[in-house]
């Protein structure tokens, strides 16, 4: 069974710009999760989706958005992009079954975004 | 809301010796899972071992065991014969079984092995 893949593993832009990362969760893993890990922050949840909608946001600004896909794919996309925006960004799916099961997380090896 | 705490910046083991990593966790639910993630110096986040609230049996995977004490809310990791390919930062992560697929995780601790 083939992993979480992120493309692209790596990005330079320049401020201002916008950029668009791509996540392909496991075959047959419903649930998305992107999480962004900086040096200061640590790791820190973005948001998830569930079947193609968004069930849970984290305390990012709305030049963070996300989307997934009818076969689960999901984007994310971040806007005007500044210079603490520079993170790797990892995406995290799951089989999701249902409340109190057991939820394993599978990581994708991450896009790392350096804004000049 | 959940914290996860891990005290130890950085920990330095002996080959072949073994290794605890410290975790508490605060939430007030009763129902939650407990993740240990290494991440290397390639970015990956690879799953280690899990802990769920309600498992009355320590985790434990090869060399990875869980030393789960609800009492006191922790969660530490053991290694057992450490490997010089065990150097990486370690992050211990919860999640709601109730809620949503949302990791909550430490700042990590990086840990060096030495031959």
């Known amino acids: 069974k083939a992993g979480v893949t992120q493309t692209p593993r790596y990005l330079i832009k320049t401020r201002g710009q916008q950029v668009t990362l791509s996540c392909s969760p496991i075959?047959?893993?419903?649930?998305v999760s992107w999480y962004q890990q900086t040096p200061g922050q640590g790791l820190q949840f973005l948001f998830e989706y569930f079947s193609e909608t968004q069930r849970n946001k984290g305390n990012f600004p709305g030049r963070f958005s996300g989307r997934q896909f009818s076969n689960s794919r999901s984007e994310m996309n971040v806007s005007t992009l500044e210079l603490g925006d520079s993170a790797l960004y990892l995406c995290?799916?799951?089989?999701?079954?249902?409340?109190?099961?057991?939820?394993?997380?599978?990581f994708g090896p991450g896009t790392r975004l350096t804004v000049l | 809301a959940q914290k996860i705490t891990q005290t130890q910046p950085g920990m330095f083991v002996q080959e072949k010796e073994a290794v605890t990593l410290d975790c508490t966790y605060d939430?007030?639910?009763?129902?939650?899972?407990l993740f240990w993630y290494k991440q290397p110096s390639s970015g990956e986040m690879i799953f280690l071992i899990y802990?769920?609230?309600?498992?009355?049996q320590n985790a434990t995977e090869g060399r990875y065991s869980l030393n789960f004490q609800k009492a006191r809310k922790s969660a530490n990791l053991v290694i057992s014969a450490s490997q010089l390919g065990d150097s990486a930062m370690y992050f211990c992560?919860?999640?709601?079984?109730?809620?949503?697929?949302?990791?909550?995780f430490g700042k990590g601790t990086m840990l060096l092995v030495s031959p």
């Open positions: 995290a799916s799951s089989p999701r079954q249902g409340g109190g099961s057991y939820n394993e997380q599978f």
């Open positions: 939430t007030s639910d009763q129902s939650y899972g």
């Open positions: 075959s047959g893993h419903r649930s």
């Open positions: 802990q769920g609230s309600y498992d009355e």
């Open positions: 992560a919860m999640i709601l079984l109730s809620g949503y697929s949302t990791l909550t």
